[in-house]
């Protein structure tokens, strides 16, 4: 959302007053985002901001799944005492799972205000006076009252578009088909290496498949049908379901980490509100095994 409204404010102060929040926490959620997907993505002029050539790339495509979710909530969104509450997830998350969700939201909770920080990097919540936190984590840190929503499972997902090379029947199959590769800043378990070696294969070889530095980028390549991507729940949920991607279905998935929960303000009415729903959602799509309340 910060990213979003400083695309169309070419300025950080209006972008400030648009989000409700400060000139030097836009530019701390701008710096962070820039570093996590380790490209520029703003000039910085006397009196405004205007995209790089990286951030022209990007904008187009994450602006558009951003713009969705603040149309859903402004749509929704109504003067009420005690119905804003602020909550940070990371930018995948946003895109794929919640905007889905939010006109269901909306729907139930007309007066609920929700501002989202979309950040991919690990904010001080205090400082951004965040009343709910969405990460994902091997572990959450102590002290805090985190719990588990949904632990991700990972397996091949590719377009119908995609023109496969083998029956994909089989684990081998996809050392002869053309792989999308994540690079940057992403743990070992979410590559296609540490796949192939869980399945007693080799390496393949990056130079015959199609590299992306994001994994926003990495899902965009698989729906085009370019390769075939390592993803899937819950973050792929909606494009399997519609058949926009499917799986291999003979292989099982690879159980990867959880995605965590933190309600900074359990004593808020709409904060209760938000969590509540959040793991209603989690458990109408089979998450009930999974869910740690």
Known sequence: MTFEAVCRSQNFTNAAADLGITRVAVSRQIADLEDGIQQKLFSRMHRKVVL??????FANTVNPALDE?????NKYRHDAGGSRLSVTITTAFATFWL?????????????????LVVSDRYLDLAAENVDIAIRYMPAPPEGDDWVRLMREEIFPVYSP???????????????????????????????????????????????????VNTY??????????????????PL?????????????????PLMREYYYVLNRSPRKAVTRLFYDWLFE?????????SVFR
Request: aromatic share 8%; charged share 20%.
């Open 236 to 252: 792929m949920n909606g494009y399997l379901q519609d058949g926009t991607l499917v799986r291999m279905t003979s292989i099982e």
């Open 99 to 115: 905007m889905p969700r939010l006109v269901d939201l909306g729907s139930r909770f007309p007066d609920l205000e929700v501002n």
């Open 281 to 289: 959602q989690a458990a109408s799509e089979g998450y009930g095994n």
């Open 161 to 211: 578009k995609y023109p496969i090379r083998t029956t994909l029947t089989a684990p081998v199959d996809l050392l002869s088909e053309r792989l999308l590769f994540l690079s940057g800043q992403y743990r070992p378990e979410a590559r296609w290496g540490h796949w192939f070696k869980v399945h007693n294969l080799p390496q393949p070889d990056e130079k015959n498949g199609v590299t």
């Open 52 to 57: 790089t050539a990286a951030g022209e790339e």
């Open 69 to 73: 979710i603040s149309h859903a909530l």
């Open 216 to 233: 926003i980028n990495m899902v965009q390549a698989a729906l085009e049908g370019q390769g075939i991507a390592l993803a899937g729940f």
